[in-house]
């Protein structure tokens, strides 16, 4: 009657059944071990009941019907979601609006739908232009910029539905592709330029994207624009007259527009710009050229030059303006002569004068050129070859395209004026005034009588310093056409091939060959056309905007350096040569450099060392000048033979004032023409000393020297003035340099006035000389005859001095020169005398024997070199 157990039936069910009560009957069902939902969600399993009535080996018992037992695991979210991926990409043009860039998915191992479905996704990264669903899309919220952002990371995180993080967020990798866009590509905007760097390239690594469009043709323009700079380019800034006389022009040009000075003080009132020599007309300023600068009657042969930068002027169209302007004084309005600017037409007037035939001759030329409107430089040269008259533009020649004729200008006798900016009214109105004012900026104007220009001599003119290049032309292709403009500020290509097109334009550099560039910018601009197969419209492509910067040259110190005293008796300075003012004058230039370099071992992150190199450049002018009282033109006077100019690009004018030597030529010539300066006094009886200041220029006046000063004593015969002289002469260790330069008089000098008391003084260091070599002698000889049987042969010609008793008396001022030098001075002496060596054709040793001759030295015997070297540093006067 009681129920004994409970039975399970099923295979290895993880569940047991525990009798409570035998009577009742009620028991419990109860697991075995941990139950898992991740393993088994549900189990369904027979249970049976059995009574206790069972016999010893288990039988007999009565069991119950079978029943259903059906058991569901609830699920614990134990589990967080995780994402299938460790990492997302994916790629997206910009511009657009995507619904969805890509899909992440996370996973959740709970059992139960609550706990193992994904409810949310959100991206944890803050500020992006980006969102996501609850599926795991993400999608821009915005259009994306390749220019503004290439790539964005966001992190992105899961839920499931019961509200469990992810324990790791994924990455997410958006790259944003930019639209093809044809244009150039890969180039950059600024391109640095370091002074002396020769022929840089502009774009090493551009190529052309034309996103796969059917081109035909290219056709590829580069300027590069200048007009910021001096004269439209960086010409050097030597003044006309040093410009033309290096090109080889023939002489005779007269400047019109000279800087202001003394003697050229007719453009003192007119607006110059920066360089001075650039004059700017505002439409308000006229200058008048004085009488006698230019001839009055021009042959049938003459050429005006100049640089002209004109734009139109609102309002002005119908009103002529001057730029050169030959009229009537007085009286009458008449135009002999004229070179204006009308309606953006270059236009020159050439009134001939009556003479027997009385018949119509051409008097107008009329150009009709783009260049004269366009507000940039250009260099304009007019030949006049009567009847014909040719105008050059930047080197290229144009005909006039209208001539129209005139009677010729009746005789007169009324004077005429040559005006430039504005053309003067001499008559037919109340007051003689300007009129006909230009509107504009001119340098260098010149006129030439009687000679007109080359070609070539026209193009060195205008010839550029700075420019566009190609490096290696042979390399670039058969299909590629190219065109430089004359000052190759703007060249062009063609070509049917891109990749022919993309190397091409790769070669193409700057190029600057002046010494010191004109620092700034200067402006680049590429512009393409493309022709394409067929179709009507084709692919554009943007202009290139980059620039060129140029940076400031190391700034080169001129040095001027050489004897700064001497004296000189008066009947040298009266003679028919008179005395060589700058014998051994040294012209040096030097720059400073700054190094950087890194020393890794005392972890040093930049040393900066000074280096200062010698360098090589022209100058432009050296003038010599009076200090004090202008020279007295009845008694002295500086002379040079006119003969030292040749072969060089020098030119020189004298005064009173002082001696100036210009012209574009190298140190060296300079030096040579200088050294050869002389000077002359034949009223010596008043004069005592003269002063004198040296001072030279590069670049105009850009770099200038410092102020060499020199001063000249003339002595007078008197004793004590002469022994005066002496004694300055042995505290002047320079006078003494001037022994190595064997030019002109120097040397002379010496001998000339070594006075009595010093030709004691050398005969007695001479006697004494003499008696101590005579005694060394003696010794010699009673040592050999001491020494003969043990020395034969070849050793009986050796001369085997014994000197230990040798003692020998040296003047203490022979030591004077070297100890008070100071080092410069003798690294000027040492540099001096390697240029000697290069240029004169003297040895070393005609010099010395020169030097022997015309100083009386000690005579040493060639055998003793010890005392040769000691006699080289005596340098008796």
């Known amino acids: 009657g009681e129920i004994c157990a409970f039975k399970i039936h099923g295979q290895e069910m993880p569940f047991e059944a525990i009798v409570l009560n035998k009577t009742s009957g009620e028991g419990r069902l109860r697991a075995k071990s941990p139950i898992d939902c991740e393993l088994q969600k549900e189990y369904t399993f027979i249970i049976q009941a059995y009574d206790c009535g069972s016999g010893p080996g288990g039988t007999n018992w009565k069991k119950s019907h079978k029943a259903v037992v059906h058991i569901q695991v609830k699920d614990v979210n134990e589990f967080s979601p995780a994402f299938k991926e460790s990492m997302y990409k994916a790629s997206v043009t910009e511009g657009k609006i995507y619904d969805s860039i890509l899909q992440v998915e ?91 760097s020769g022929s840089i390239p502009l774009f090493p690594s551009i190529h052309l994207e034309t996103c796969d469009g059917p081109v035909s043709s290219i056709h590829t323009t580069i300027e590069l624009q200048t007009n910021s700079i001096g004269k439209g380019c960086d010409r ?83 009103e002529k303006e001057t730029i050169l302007c030959n009229s009537d004084k007085t009286e009458m309005n008449r135009h002999h002569y004229a070179l204006y600017v009308h309606n953006c037409r270059l236009v020159f007037l050439l009134r001939k004068d009556f003479d027997q035939a009385d018949t119509f001759r051409p008097a107008e030329f009329h150009w009709k050129l783009d260049q004269i409107c366009d507000k940039e430089w250009h260099y304009y040269v007019v030949n006049v070859e009567f009847p014909v008259v040719t105008l050059y533009t930047d080197g290229a020649t144009y005909e006039p395209y209208l001539v129209t004729n005139d009677w010729p200008i009746h005789p007169s006798h009324i004077a005429m004026q040559l005006t430039v900016g504005a053309c003067w009214q001499g008559g ?15 340098a260098s104007l010149t ?44 060249l062009v290509m063609e070509g049917d091939d891109i990749e022919n097109i993309n190397q091409a334009l790769q ?17 680049l601009k590429v512009s393409s056309k493309v022709q394409c197969f067929g179709e ?42 008179g005395v060589i003012l700058l014998p051994d004058i040294r012209i040096v230039s030097t720059v400073t450099k700054m190094e950087h370099s890194v ?77 050869q300066l002389r000077y002359r006094n034949w009223g010596t009886s008043a004069a005592s000393d003269r002063k004198f200041r040296v001072k030279c220029s590069e670049l105009n006046g850009r770099y200038t020297s410092n102020e060499f000063n020199l001063e000249v004593n003339i002595l007078h015969s008197s004793n004590s003035n002469f022994m005066d002289h002496v004694n300055h002469m042995i505290f002047q260790p320079k006078f003494l340099q001037s022994v190595q330069h064997p030019e002109g008089s120097v040397s002379a000098v010496h001998s000339s006035v070594v006075p009595s008391v010093a030709t004691m003084v050398i005969i007695i260091c001479v006697s004494i000389l003499v008696l101590v070599v005579t005694l060394g002698v003696l010794r010699l000889r009673s040592a050999r005859q001491r020494g003969s049987l043990g020395h034969e042969g070849p050793k009986d010609n050796e001369m085997d001095w014994d000197d230990s008793a040798l003692t020998i008396t040296v003047n203490p001022m022979e030591k004077y020169e070297k100890p008070h030098q100071t080092e410069e001075e003798s690294e000027e002496e040492d540099i001096d005398d390697e240029e000697e060596d290069t240029t004169s054709a003297e040895s070393d040793d005609s010099e010395e024997e020169e030097e022997e001759e015309e100083e009386e030295e000690v005579i040493v015997q060639k055998g003793d070199k010890q005392n040769a070297t000691r006699q080289e540093q005596l340098e008796w006067d």
Not at 507 to 523: C, D, E, H, L, M
């Open 507 to 523: 070669k193409v550099s700057y190029i600057n060959s002046r010494q010191f560039p004109t620092a700034g910018v200067r402006r």
């Open 428 to 442: 037919e109105v109340t007051k003689p005034r300007f009129a006909q004012y230009f509107h504009g900026s001119l």
């Open 536 to 577: 009507d419209v084709c692919i554009s492509i943007p202009d290139i905007d980059a620039y060129v910067m140029v940076f400031q040259a190391n700034e080169p110190k001129i040095t001027i350096t050489g004897m700064d005293h001497f004296a000189r008796p008066a009947a040298q300075f009266e003679s028919e040569r």
């Open 447 to 490: 006129i030439r009588p009687g000679k007109i220009e080359s070609q070539k001599v026209i193009s060195c003119l205008q010839a550029c310093k700075e420019g566009l290049d190609i490096n290696s032309l042979e390399s670039l292709g058969q299909g590629i056409k190219y065109h430089f403009n004359p000052s190759q500020s703007a």
């Open 236 to 318: 050097e800034t030597y003044s006309e007259k040093s410009l033309q006389k290096l090109c080889g022009a023939s002489s005779g040009a007269i400047d019109l527009l000279p800087s202001p000075s003394t003697t050229a003080n007719w453009t003192a009132g007119l607006l110059m710009d920066s360089n001075d020599m650039i004059f700017k007309f505002d439409g308000k300023q006229g200058a008048k050229i004085p009488d006698g600068i230019v001839p009055k009657n021009l042959t049938d042969q003459f050429t005006i030059t100049l640089w002209m930068k004109h734009g139109p002027s609102p309002g002005l169209r119908a």
């Open 106 to 196: 996370a996973t959740d191992e709970d059992c139960s739908p609550q706990f193992s479905q994904i409810c949310n996704y959100e991206i944890v990264t803050t500020d992006v232009p980006f969102a996501i669903d609850r599926n795991g899309n993400i999608r821009n919220t915005e259009k994306l910029s390749y220019d503004k952002q290439h790539q964005y990371e966001i992190m992105v995180t899961a839920f499931d539905c019961g509200q469990k993080r992810a324990t790791e967020d994924v990455l997410v990798r958006v790259n944003v592709k930019p639209v093809c866009k044809p244009g150039w590509q890969d180039w950059n905007k600024r391109i640095e330029y370091r002074p002396g």
């Open 599 to 675: 020393d890794l071992r005392e972890h040093d992150r930049v040393n900066k060392q000074v280096v200062v190199e010698e360098m090589l450049h022209n100058l432009d002018f050296c003038d010599v000048l009076v200090i004090g009282a202008e020279l007295d033109p009845e008694q002295e006077c500086l002379e040079l033979d006119r003969g030292e100019l040749q072969g060089k690009h020098l030119d020189a004018t004298n005064s009173t004032a002082g001696y100036s030597i210009y012209g574009v030529d190298s140190m060296f010539s300079y030096e040579q023409v200088l050294r």
